[in-house]
C-alpha cells in the first residue's frame, strides 16, 4: 500500500520531467506524431540563436522583479498594520485573503475589464481625478502593458505575503518589544531589530517561494495579453508554452522548458545557498 | 485621562484603520466590482463614458448563462475534476506522506527533497510532456487527463504538507497500534488518519481550490468534451466582441466556491506554509 502510492507519486511527478528532457532533444511536431528524429542539442541552438528567446528572458525578470518586490512591499505593510490591535482586526484579515483564493482567469478578467480603453473603470476614474488627460490603452501599449500585468499579479500575490509574515510576526515573543521598548528603543528601531530578525527565516522562505510561483505563472499574462503587444510581455515559460501550443513544436518547447528550469534552478541555489550561509 | 484616551483612538484611527480600510479597498473593489457588473443591463456596461454608480440591477446576465449556454455543464466537469483531484491526491499522499514521515528506506531524503524541488519546476515543463503522454494513451479531453493533470502538480505541496502533520504525531502511538496486531495499513487508517483529519481536510480544501482555478491544463489536457468553467469562461471573449455581461456573472459564480473554502481552511494552510519554512 505504501510502496505502490509513494512509486505513483513519483511516477506522476517525475516521468514528465524525464519525457520533457527526452523531447528537448528529439525533433516533436505535433503533426507528424510517428517521426521524431533525434537531433542532439539543435533545439537549444535554435531557441537560443532567436532574439525573442532573449527578450523574453528580460521580460521574465522584470516580471519577476517587480512582482515580487511589490507583492513583499505591500505584504509586509499590511502584516505590521494587521499585527496592531483594532476591533475589526479579525474580519480585515480574513477578507484580505479573497485575492489570493481567485482563479488566474478570473483576476485576468476583472483586470482586463478594469483596464478597458472605452468601458474600464480605472480610466474613468482617472480622467475624472485629473490624473489622465485622456483614456490609456493599458494592455495595448509595450509600455504600459507590463506595468498592467504586474499590477494584476500584484493584487493576487500580496495576501499571501501579509498573512505569512503576520504568522511569523504572530510567532516573535512579546518580551522581546517590552525589552527593545526598556532600553529606549523607539518603533522603528523595534521594528529593525526584533521584527526583521524574527521574521529572516519566513521571509527568506516566503519569498523564494513566491519568486518560484511568480516565474513560472504564465496563465495570469496568457489571458490578459497573451504575451503582446508584439512579445512585451512575453516571459520565458510563456515563450516556451505558445513555442509547443501554437507553434506545434514541442521539442523546442521543451528545451525551452529546459533552459528555463535551469536558470530558476540556479537562481534558487544561490538564494538557498545564501540564506543559509547567513 | 479621557483626553488621551480620545488622543490614542484618534492615533488609532488615522494610523492603522484608515491604511487597513485603503489596503481592505484594494483588495476587494476589484472583486466587488466584477460582481457589481454582473448585475447590470448590457445597456450601462457598454456605454462609453461609462457610469459608476448603476442606475438598474438585472440577473439577465446569470440567467442566461445558466439558461442558455452550457455554463452549467461546464460547471459539473469543474466539479468532477476538482473531486477527482481530491480524492486521487489524498489516497496517493496521505501514503506518502507516512512513508516519509515514519519509514527510513534508502533514497527517503533525497525523495523527500525532489519532492520539494519539484514544486518549483516550470508548469510547462509538467504540461508539455502530458500532452504528448496523454495524446499517445488516447486519454486527452477525457476526466482522467484532467485528473492525473491536476494531480501532478498538487501532490508535492500536498506530500509535504502531509508530512508535517505526520510527523507531529508521537510514533509512540503506532508502536503501541503495531504492537496490538494492526498491519500498517490499519495504523495508517484508525491510527493516523483521526488524528491528521484536521490536516487532510486542509490539504484535500487546497487541492480542490487549486483544481477548480486552474486553467493551462484544462485548456491543453481537455477543453471540447470536458470543459471547466476557467477555460468555458475565455470563450465568451469572442474575436470582435467581448460578452462582458456573461464573463462577469461567470467570473461571479465560479469565484465564490473557492473563496468560501480559502476562508475557512485559511488559518490551515497558512500554518502548514509557516511549519514548511521553519523545516525548509
Redesign the interface.
Known sequence: MLTPALAATTFLVLIPVVETLWMSLHNVILFRPRSAPFVGLANYAHALADPVFWSSLGNSVIWVGGAVSLQFGLGLGTALLLNRSFAWRGIARALVVVPWALPSVIIGLIWTWMLDFNLGVLNEIGVRLGLLSAPIAWLAQPDTAMAAVILAVVWQGFPFFAVTLLAGMQAIPFDLYEAAALDGAGPFLRFRYVTLPGLAEVIATTLLLRMIWVANSLDLIFVMTGGGPGTATQTLPLHAFLTAWSGGNYGEGSALAVIFTLILLSVVVIHVRRTHRQ | MIERKRFARGR?LVL??L??VA??G???L??M??ML?SFRPDAE??Q???T?WPRTLTLAHHIELLQRTSFIWNLRDSLVVATGTVSLGL??????A??FSR?RFRGRQP?RV??LV?????????????F??M??LGLLDTYYALI?GH??FT??FA?WMLTSYVDGIPVSLDEQAAVDGAT??QV?LRVILPVVMPGVVAVGAYMF?AS?????FAL?LAGQHVRTV?VA??LFIGENQIQ?GL??AG?TL??LP??I???FV?KQL??G??K???V?
Open positions: 488609532r492603522t484603520e491604511p487597513i489596503i481592505l484594494f483588495a476587494l476589484p472583486w466590482w466584477m457588473s456596461l457598454t462609453s463614458p461609462i459608476l489516497m496517493l499522499s496521505l501514503p506518502a507516512y512513508a519509514y525523495l525532489q519532492f519539484i514544486n518549483m519546476f516550470p508548469v510547462v515543463m509538467l504540461i508539455l510532456p502530458l504528448v503522454l495524446r499517445q492525473a494531480a501532478t501532490l508535492p506530500s500498517p495499513l495508517l481550490i477548480w482555478n486552474e486553467y493551462l491543453m476557467t469562461l475565455q462582458w464573463l462577469m467570473g465560479v469565484a473557492a473563496v473554502l480559502f476562508l485559511q497558512v500554518g506554509l509557516t514548511g519554512a521553519v525548509g
